[in-house]
């Protein structure tokens, strides 16, 4: 889909009209209930002329009159909806490569997300997912121990900004010393502060649980916890 998914709306509409059926739509709609309960897409086709274009409208129960643009019942939806489609329709050796997925939607959502994820996942998809969802990753973990995908096929890599003073092995140039101070060294002379990220790999067994739990690493619900009860 284009970047904003503006083709979403075509690629359902003809996908209904080559299976003879909404099974696709029916699904999109099962899952749209995460993010706005009562929800339901429709797709049409209107010509003007010689051109052809497809419309998305967004219904709330059986009133005619309660239909809007996707753009008009909150974002969540027109966001969500061509990340929906590209995991459902996805087939077994692509890959799909998602940027928070959690954006605009409520805790259950998030949870939905990483279900349907691993769910992609155990048809053979291979998914990179940029996430700071707690919630996506339970989903996951739930998924993992209810057998939807197994624990070999899912990995956490956690990035952990960390400063390292660093020999200066290079010719002489401005660095950063450990000091903070900005000062010229001399090769094989002084060292400099780099920052930069540390993977942790981070298991997951066939109960849900985890290898590790690292500092800042779905610990934020605690923190907040421990505040109140102080």
């Not at 010689?50 to 709330?60: P, Q």
């Not at 989903?139 to 070999?152: F, L």
């Not at 540390?198 to 997951?204: Q, T």
Request: hydrophobic content about 35%.
């Amino acid at each position: 889909f284009d970047p904003e998914g503006g083709d979403v709306s075509e690629f359902l509409y003809k996908g209904k009209e080559l299976s003879h059926d909404n099974s696709l739509l029916e699904k999109v709609n099962e899952c749209l209930q995460w993010v706005s309960p009562g929800a339901r897409l429709q797709v049409d086709q209107k010509k003007v002329g010689e051109d052809e274009y497809y419309i998305s409208s967004v219904a709330f129960g059986k009133d005619p009159s309660s239909v809007f643009k996707p753009q008009n019942v909150g974002f969540g939806i027109s966001y969500i909806l061509p990340v929906l489609v590209t995991l459902l329709t996805a087939k077994s050796g692509s890959i799909i490569i998602i940027e928070n997925p959690e954006a605009h939607l409520h805790p259950r959502g998030q949870a939905e997300m990483g279900r349907l994820i691993a769910e992609t996942v155990a048809r053979g998809v291979q998914v990179f997912v940029e996430t700071h969802s707690d919630h996506v990753i339970n989903g996951i973990r739930v998924s993992v121990k209810k057998g939807v995908v197994k624990p070999e096929d899912v990995n956490i890599a956690f990035f952990e900004r960390k400063a390292h003073d660093v020999k200066n092995e290079d010719e002489e140039r401005l660095c950063m010393t450990s000091d903070g101070m900005k000062a010229y060294v001399k090769k094989g002379e002084g060292s400099h502060r780099e920052i930069y990220a540390e993977v942790r790999n981070i298991k997951i067994d066939g109960n849900g649980s985890l290898s590790e739990y690292p500092p800042d690493f779905m610990d934020e619900w605690n923190n907040q916890l421990m505040k109140l009860i102080r």
